[in-house]
């Protein structure tokens, strides 16, 4: 494997909002705590208070969680950590996608891993830990229930609902029999229960190595850390005023916020059901169920069965910082976007808000593809221009006459302003006339030149051909490699993939990997 780096203001492929947070634009500093820099961990640890009884029953929670898994010696060595208060956690977490889903959830995983690297090095008294969180509460089967590998999608059908973790795998295996290839660790992971269950044990063997502990927040013990929040959001509402006023503020910064708050940000969560709680003139209905509920049942509920209550996108982080020691979270740009809406929540609740980290972002081009690159004679900056103004430009410099009628073009523009200036001193009423002609005979001319385009691009087809080709790998459906493709792609024919991220990766280094596998 050998890499190369591209800035990512130059890649074309993310926003504003992103791309001025990783460079520390000052405007975005109310909405964050500490930037991503190493040195600034140093004030995080110091400033991280987690007291021993959340260590306990978070310690508790992962021991009954892993009881029926094999796991390796430095996953083993990290769950003993945690009851250590010079522990820490930094974490990650996705949606339980098949076979591990796009190529991005690797990225994220494998940023964590090596953020914790780095960190042991520079504070050699405290112990990280690597943390994957499954979104196993969440509910939408038709985010999760495909993947796409070797250029064919993969759906599973099911018809359950509710948290999609506690989906059962029943009959699992005939969807697995239609990938091909898929490794014997899949085949054993999908034997499990549940979904949850399965995302550990792939996650375990694909990562039990690095230590990488794998979490799943749907837990009595652990919800019911969280039960003054849950009570405080049904009762009080008081994340509604504090989300909207900092996206009001985001939004006026002319950046587009990801998440939208609202009055109550809990499901009702049961076997085959998570549905939104929503506040009505006497009391709390489940929506899409029978279920109602008084304030002082509500009250009862909590205090009862907090389990039975699952944050949304505006309250999960929180969840997450108070049952974890943790620092910093590592995502994607929406991600950390919609992070950014949510510190006035953290102040609110008098928690540590962590430090947002970027994922690593890569492409990966396996050697038919780097071969058909070499002969493109492109940089790895050409590869991020717009494909079609690529395109062009390509067959324009490799034509062997003149196909662009810039010069010409001009001459006719210069010749209706002459044109123009004599109409006025004749009839000004003919202006009008003469402007129009000009853009009329401006658009004719660059049809004329599309079209001689389009013909030395026939000429060159090969050439065109074998740039087309490398594109379309690359970019799949104009996007991004990492957000489609599925790790498969690359591990099957290279099984040391992950280990060859984990050592060229810098999770501090907020550029565009490109990888040749």
């Given amino acids: 494997m050998t890499l190369k780096t591209v800035d990512l203001r130059t890649t074309n492929k993310f926003g504003k909002l992103f791309l001025d947070y990783i460079e520390g634009a000052d405007q975005l500093k109310p909405f964050y705590g500490r930037f991503p820099s190493i040195e600034n961990f140093k004030a995080q640890i110091e400033a991280k208070k987690f007291s021993a009884e959340r260590r306990k029953i978070l310690c508790q ?14 996953v083993s060595t990290n769950l003993k950590s945690l009851s250590q208060n010079n522990s820490f956690t930094i974490t990650t977490g996705h949606q339980l996608n098949l076979f591990t889903g796009p190529l991005y959830v690797i990225y994220k995983i494998v940023t964590v891993i090596n953020t914790c690297k780095e960190l042991k090095k520079k504070y050699p008294d405290s112990a990280f830990i690597p943390v994957y969180w499954m979104a196993s509460e969440d509910h939408d089967f038709e985010e999760i229930d495909h993947f796409r590998f070797d250029g064919k999608k993969y759906r599973w059908a099911t018809d359950q609902t509710g948290a999609v973790g506690r989906c059962e795998l029943e009959g699992f295996q005939e969807f697995i029999d239609t990938v091909p290839g898929a490794p014997e660790f899949f085949n054993r992971a999908y034997k499990e229960r549940s979904l949850a269950s399965a995302v550990r044990s792939y996650m375990n063997h694909l990562f039990g190595d690095y230590g990488l502990v794998v979490i799943d927040a749907d837990d009595r013990s652990l919800k019911s850390l969280f039960k003054e929040v849950i009570k405080d959001d049904l009762i009080d509402h008081s994340a509604f005023d504090l989300v909207n006023g900092a996206t009001e503020k985001i939004n006026n910064l002319g950046y587009k916020t990801q998440v939208n708050s609202r009055a109550v940000n809990f499901f009702y969560l049961s076997d085959g059901l998570r549905e939104r709680i929503e506040a009505t003139d006497s009391g709390y209905e489940v929506l899409n169920s029978t279920i109602k509920l008084t304030k002082e049942e509500l009250l009862r509920a909590i205090d009862a069965e907090p389990e039975k209550f699952s944050p949304n996108v505006i309250l999960r982080p929180l969840y997450q910082e108070v049952i974890l020691p943790n620092l910093a979270y590592v995502g994607g740009p929406s991600e950390l976007a919609y992070w950014l809406q949510l510190k006035p929540i953290f102040d609110h609740y008098k928690e540590l808000f962590p430090i947002l980290m970027p994922r690593n972002f890569a492409i990966v081009v396996p050697k038919y593809i780097q071969k058909k690159f070499e002969k493109t004679n492109l940089t790895i900056e050409d590869l991020f221009k717009e494909k079609h103004a690529l395109l062009a430009d390509i067959v324009v410099s490799n034509a062997d006459h003149k196909v662009r009628l810039n010069g010409q073009v001009q001459e006719v523009i210069d010749m209706f302003y002459r044109i123009r200036e004599q109409a006025a001193v004749i009839d ?22 599309k079209k001689f ?24 459906n104009g996007g991004l490699q990492e957000r489609t493709d599925n790790f498969l792609n690359f591990y099957l024919e290279n099984p040391q993939f992950i280990d060859q991220l984990i050592t060229y990766f810098d999770p501090f280094d907020y550029r565009f990997y490109v990888v040749n596998g």
Avoid: M
């Fill in 61 to 74: 929670a992962l021991e009954n969680q892993y009881q029926d898994q094999t796991i390796t010696d430095q």
């Fill in 428 to 449: 000004s009423t003919l202006t009008a006339h003469v402007e129009a002609q000009q853009a009329r005979t401006k658009h004719r001319l660059e049809l004329i030149e």
């Fill in 453 to 476: 385009v389009r013909a030395e691009k026939r000429r060159q087809s090969e050439k065109v051909g074998q740039v087309e080709a490398v594109l379309d790998y690359l970019f799949p």
